[in-house]
């Protein structure tokens, strides 16, 4: 499945209902996707919510979300990724918006690896790509911006082992308002995880590029 398969609008399944969860949910579906949201206790617990964010978004089970999105995005604890629905994530494109806090997550040994290579490594065929892990939900529902240029939007960095798919999910960040900023393969996400200059931090793309030390 190359690029253009995934242009204008697409199915996007969501892992996870909490507050990234939704903020992405409600984006993604104002800019024209058809949005699936799911959490761990079952889609009836999801009724009022999809209702209040309006947009056609609907409620699923986790592996009804994944096997519902052409590209899926999990927004689960990094502590609970074993629960991911790993079979009907093959060969789709994952956004891996996930963070590793030891202090709530537990002691997890990552054999070395970056988190979203850790991620890849355990979802074996999705295509993963690390995105959103650095921004606060409240600012991912009010900062976006599709009226400015580039250069002047918040910054997103994006990482991936998977060219083709990174530019994918670089192309909606650009739809709902930010600015994507390519930080390399899953083992340069690093520079992105919490406790970096880059972590939490309001950025234009340009002032991004220069923490990140990429071009």
């Known amino acids: 499945m190359d690029r253009r398969t995934y242009s204008g609008g697409m199915k996007i399944g969501i892992l996870g209902a909490g507050h990234i969860g939704q ?3 409600r984006l993604l579906a104002q800019a024209g996707h058809d949005v699936g949201l799911s959490n761990s206790r079952g889609p009836e617990t999801l009724r009022d919510l999809t209702e209040r964010l309006g947009h056609g978004i609907k409620a699923f ?3 009804d979300a994944a096997r519902f999105g052409d590209l899926v995005i999990e927004t689960v604890p ?8 790993t079979v009907q994530l093959t060969d789709k494109i994952v956004i891996d918006t996930a963070n590793y806090y030891p202090q709530r997550d537990g002691p997890i040994d990552l054999g070395g690896l970056s988190e ?3 991620m890849a490594s355990h979802l074996g065929g999705a295509r993963v790509v690390k995105a ?4 606060h939900a409240a600012h991912l529902e009010t900062q976006g911006d599709v009226g400015k240029p580039l250069e002047e939007r918040r910054a997103i960095p994006v990482a ?3 060219a083709e798919a990174k530019a994918v ?4 960040i ?7 900023v390519d930080n390399g393969d899953l083992e340069h996400s690093r520079s992105q995880q919490p406790g970096t200059p880059v972590y939490g931090q309001d950025l234009t793309a340009r002032q991004a590029r220069e923490v990140l030390a990429v071009r």
């Open 23 to 25: 903020a992405l949910a």
């Open 61 to 63: 089970s986790n592996e």
């Open 78 to 85: 990094f502590g609970r990724y074993a629960e991911l629905p």
């Open 116 to 118: 979203s290579a850790f």
């Open 132 to 135: 959103f892990n650095t921004i």
């Open 160 to 162: 991936s082992d998977d």
């Open 169 to 172: 999910v670089s192309d909606l």
């Open 174 to 180: 650009k739809a709902i308002g930010f600015a994507p």
